[in-house]
């Protein structure tokens, strides 16, 4: 995830460090809520889309599913954005696309990640394709067996081979350079 103009370099390790720092200070109780987490990032009410991205973000590293995210949990995540390898980035997208968790997406879910990169990149960039052309294309050059799923296996090999294809299945907001600019608004 967010590999364009990234930011790696800039989130060195004492500033990952200043983030286990609010955390432990934002919620002394071991808990971090979606409200606080978000609360944490700045995230306003107003932007659904970024909202909506967080809360996915939230989803996919509460491990346990019981709707906190423990320091491990948190710690893990900063680690992955921040020093995480490509394939597992890759995978992590993957359970991002995965809302159902049978391992196997479907256009639906595709489309759901499409529309909210989609917006969220309409900030930032000219995007030429509709979410629909968009997941379109995924599948024509993802879905190797063209059973209208992409398998783990598919989504990992398609990524690998196509740059455009990367960029949007690693979900290329630029997660490091969006939380180095939200960390800004951090109280």
């Excluded at 609360?39 to 996915?56: D, N």
């Excluded at 879910?109 to 969220?120: F, G, P, Q, T």
């Excluded at 030429?128 to 398998?151: A, Y």
Aim: aromatic share 8%.
């Amino acid at each position: 995830m967010g590999q364009e103009g990234s930011h790696t370099e800039g989130m060195d390790l004492a500033e990952i460090q200043d983030l286990c720092i609010v955390y432990m200070r934002e919620c002394p109780s071991g808990a971090l809520h979606l409200h606080e987490l978000k609360r944490i990032f700045g995230v306003p009410s107003s932007s659904a889309e970024e909202s909506l991205y967080i809360e996915t973000v939230f989803h996919s590293f509460d491990t346990n599913k019981d709707n906190t995210l423990d320091f491990m949990e948190y710690v893990a995540a900063l680690h992955l954005i921040f020093r995480g390898n490509l394939e597992d980035r890759l995978k992590w997208s993957f359970k991002m696309y995965d809302k159902d968790g049978n391992g196997k997406l479907d256009r639906q879910e595709v489309k759901h990640i499409i529309r909210i990169i989609y917006k969220i990149k309409l900030q930032t960039s000219d995007v030429s394709l509709s979410p629909s052309e968009i997941c379109d294309r995924i599948f024509d050059l993802v879905d190797q067996n063209h059973d209208g799923q992409i398998t783990l296996s598919e989504f990992m090999e398609g990524a690998q081979k196509d740059e455009w294809v990367m960029n949007l299945l690693k979900l290329d907001v630029n997660a490091t350079g969006w939380v180095i600019q939200n960390r800004e608004r951090v109280p």
